[in-house]
């Protein structure tokens, strides 16, 4: 199956190299007209002195302070100038041959005034630094316990700061947790969860943990971050744990959501009110993701339904394979899901305003897959389930 998304690259044009002792920030961008400057025989970076252009612009050059003159893009192919698309249009670019960085000693404002008076110069700019659009967020334990999303070395965990770059989520998505319960009213409600929870409401520490992967308040100066900042979560507790109550939890989680996580598994094997229950969801255009077995329990289902579900293993914190996994042929993803015991499990939320990093497992690795569902949601509006497989 193949997604229809398509990755949209950043691609960041790097306009010179930096040489020794030169700072960006002292630095223009300057587009000079056809044939102005003439730069040494196979140099594409020079002194003032070294270049040969009309005396004007010698003396501006000198008159801002310019030390060196460098080629911004010594392999523009001139015929991009002007390109014909199949279809007929127009692609126009300036003639970047005669672009140049000029590196200067003066301020840099007053020096595009004295250039830009010449009729050589088409224009003049300051060379600047771009940076990541991502903001780091200051959750308490974000940078020292949450290796599950953010790791220093950038080599374990979600490396949830490059999806950031792209999307942080959004209040319109709903990310419903069926679980054994999230505390959603009173004064109960866990500090990372407030006016983010709605639907059931009882307390259970799994259901909490769950739901402050996926989505806890993010960038509030407090607790975790979740991996949707926006999302809200809409709590379907299934109760006694039968199958008419699962069920029905799903059903109404298809009603009120767009993604559905299911981290527990049942122990009667295959159920066709069940199964018909995450058909019925994922017909809707609901996203369906399910923990897969582990050892410390075996049962298949809902993880083995197939098509309907985004089944979901666990990997530890050296981003191989947990110790509890189960091999099965139907995984579709791995995500983090830690081992137990701090600082090897994943940091969430437990009661009111306390937080674990004790445990782990393919539950707490799920919440990571629907919460990054969410990210999706957010880049793309409405797109349907099958996108989101890929």
């Known amino acids: 199956m193949k997604s229809k998304f ?29 044939d102005t400057i003439q730069m ?33 893009m010594p392999n523009f192919d001139r015929a991009d100038t002007l390109r014909i698309t199949e279809e007929g249009w127009e692609a126009r670019l300036p003639d970047w041959s005669n672009l140049y960085v000029v590196d200067i000693r003066s301020d840099r404002d007053s020096a595009i005034v004295k250039l830009e008076t010449l009729n050589a110069v088409i224009y003049a700019e300051k060379n600047e630094k771009g940076e990541p659009l991502y903001v780091t967020p200051n959750d308490t334990w974000f940078q020292d316990a949450q290796w599950n999303l953010n790791d220093h ?28 319960g999230v505390r959603t009213s009173g004064t109960r409600v866990h500090e990372d969860l407030i006016g983010k929870v709605f639907g059931d409401d009882r307390y259970s520490e799994h259901g909490t943990q769950v739901a402050g992967i996926a989505a806890a308040l993010t960038n509030n100066n407090i607790g975790i971050a979740g991996v949707d900042w926006y ?19 799903v059903y109404e989680a298809a009603e009120a959501a767009n993604i559905i996580n299911c981290s527990w598994a049942n122990s009667w094997g295959f159920s066709h009110t069940l199964y018909y229950a995450f058909k019925y969801a994922f017909q809707l255009n609901r996203l369906p993701v399910a923990a897969m077995p582990a050892t410390y329990n075996s049962r298949n289902f809902p993880s083995a339904y197939g098509p309907w579900m985004v089944t979901v293993a666990g990997t530890d914190r050296n ?72």
């Not at 950038?154 to 069926?178: E, F, P, Q």
């Not at 379907?236 to 939890?249: C, L, T, V």
């Open 319 to 390: 981003n191989q394979p947990a110790s509890y996994l189960l091999e099965r042929k139907w995984v579709d993803v791995a995500a983090s899901g830690g081992e137990d015991g701090s600082p090897n499990g994943i940091m969430s939320p437990t009661s009111y305003q306390s937080y674990t990093a004790n445990w782990g497992g393919t539950s707490l690795a799920a919440p990571h897959v629907s919460g990054l569902a969410g990210l999706l949601l957010n880049i793309r509006g409405q797109v349907w389930t099958l996108d989101i497989f890929t």
């Open 231 to 249: 999302a809200l979560l809409n709590i379907q507790d299934y109760g006694g744990g039968s199958i008419p109550e699962f069920a029905q939890a």
């Open 40 to 72: 040494p025989n196979g140099q594409d970076t020079a002194s003032i002195s070294e270049i040969d252009a009309p005396q004007n612009v010698i003396s501006c050059l000198q008159a801002i302070e310019a030390k060196t003159i460098i080629k911004a």
């Open 6 to 34: 398509k990755n949209k690259i950043l691609q960041i044009i790097i306009l010179c190299p930096i040489f020794l002792f030169a700072s960006i920030d002292q630095e223009l961008i300057v587009l000079f007209k056809f």
């Open 153 to 180: 070395t950038g080599n374990i965990g979600i490396d949830i700061m490059r999806a950031w770059d792209l999307s942080k989520g959004n209040h319109s998505t709903v990310i419903a947790i069926v679980d054994l």
